[in-house]
Structure formats: C-alpha cells, structure tokens
C-alpha cells in the first residue's frame, strides 16, 4: 500500500519560511516524479513545483519561483518543499504527489498517481 505522509505546515508570518517534508513509502521512490501542490479555500488545487525521477530537474509554478526550493532524499524516500519569503497568499493545504512517467513530471493534478492527504500552511500578514 503506497502511502505519501506530509509534515512541517504551521503558521508562520509573512516573510517567514517553512520546510515541509513528504515521507513516502509502499513504492519504489526513486522510479517516480514528485510534486507539490497546494489548494487554498474556494480555489483549484494548483501546481507548486516538482522534481524528476532522474537527474534531478526541478519545475516550480512562476508564483513561487525564486522563493521555493523542492529536492528529494532517495535514500530516505523523502521529497521536501523549501519555502521562503512566504506571503499570505501562499496560505493553503499543501499536498505532495507522486508521478510515474517517462516524460517530464505534470503540472496538472490528476496526472499523479498518489496523493498524501495535506498539511496545512498559513501565512499572517
């Protein structure tokens, strides 16, 4: 049974930082793409960035970029979202996924094959 495990969401101030960490396990972790995406009250759930399964290219939504920074530990089957310079608007449930492709890892949710149920983070302004 393949299980995706967040943690390390709270509540920070703007400007602050958080590192939530995506422990997974039941799949060979290295074989998959992982993403992070996260979905705020009353909106879609949206691509925050991800990693490739490979040689380690990293894609991040242009929202984020510069301020988030995601990698993987393989050894411990880990993925972690480095976030920075957090703004209110960044408040969300923030999910972790994970995608089996040959091709570059998706930015759309429903191309990922696991889900971990979320850990909220919110941003006082």
């Known amino acids: 049974q393949v299980q995706l495990r967040e943690s390390g969401g709270g509540l920070v101030q703007a400007g602050g930082s958080l590192r939530l960490s995506c422990a997974a396990s039941?799949?060979?972790?290295?074989?998959?793409?992982m993403g992070w995406f996260r979905q705020a009250p009353g909106k879609e759930r949206e691509f925050v960035a991800a990693?490739?399964?490979?040689?380690?290219?990293?894609y991040y939504a242009d929202s984020v970029e510069g301020r988030f920074t995601v990698s993987r530990d393989n050894a411990k089957n880990t993925v972690y979202l480095q976030m920075n310079s957090l703004k209110a608007e960044d408040t969300a449930v923030y999910y972790c996924?994970?995608?089996?492709?040959?091709?570059?890892?998706?930015?759309?949710?429903?191309?990922?094959?696991?889900w971990g149920q979320g850990t909220q983070v919110t941003v006082s302004s």
């Open positions: 990693m490739d399964r490979t040689v380690g290219n990293t």
């Open positions: 039941g799949l060979i972790f290295s074989t998959y793409h």
């Open positions: 996924a994970a995608q089996w492709s040959p091709y570059s890892p998706a930015k759309i949710w429903d191309e990922y094959n696991y």
